[in-house]
C-alpha cells in the first residue's frame, strides 16, 4: 500500500507563500490520483486540489488562482504550491492518494499521509 508522508507546513504571515510536499513511498504518485484536503478545527476535512494520473488538475473555488498542485514523477512526490495566503486558510493539509477515484470526495480516498499543520497570521 502506498504511504503518503507531507511536509513544508508552518506559521506565516497573510499574503505569504507556502509549499506542501507529499513524499509517496511503496506506490508512484503518477498511478494515483493525488489530492490534497484541508481541515480546520471543529470542521470537515475540505477538498483543496487533486491532480489525476493523466496530469489534469483540479482546484477547489477558494483555492483557484492562488494554490498551484504538481507532481514530480522522478522524486515521487506531489507539491502544494500555495500563494497569497489567507488566514482562513489555517488548517492541517492531508495528502491522499486513489487508484481508482478522481473527485473530490474525501471518503473516496483510500490512502492518507498524517498531515501538516498551515497557520496563517493576519
Known amino acids: 500500500q502506498v504511504q503518503l508522508v507531507e511536509s513544508g507546513g508552518g506559521l506565516v504571515q497573510a499574503g505569504g507563500s507556502l509549499r506542501l510536499s507529499c513524499a509517496a513511498s511503496?506506490?508512484?504518485?503518477?498511478?494515483?490520483?493525488m489530492a490534497w484536503f484541508r481541515q480546520a478545527p471543529g470542521k470537515e476535512r475540505d477538498f483543496v486540489a487533486h491532480?489525476?494520473?493523466?496530469?489534469?488538475?483540479y482546484y477547489a473555488d477558494s483555492v483557484k488562482d492562488r494554490f498551484n498542485i504538481s507532481r514530480d514523477n522522478a522524486k515521487n512526490t506531489v507539491y502544494l504550491q500555495m500563494n497569497s495566503l489567507k488566514p482562513e486558510d489555517t488548517a492541517v493539509y492531508y495528502c491522499?492518494?486513489?487508484?481508482?477515484?478522481?473527485?473530490?470526495?474525501?471518503?473516496?480516498?483510500?490512502?492518507w499521509g498524517q498531515g501538516t499543520q498551515v497557520t496563517v497570521s493576519s
Open positions: 491532480i489525476r494520473r493523466s496530469g489534469s488538475t
Open positions: 511503496r506506490g508512484t504518485v503518477s498511478s494515483y490520483t
Open positions: 491522499a492518494a486513489d487508484a481508482t477515484y478522481f473527485g473530490s470526495y474525501n471518503y473516496e480516498y483510500g490512502h
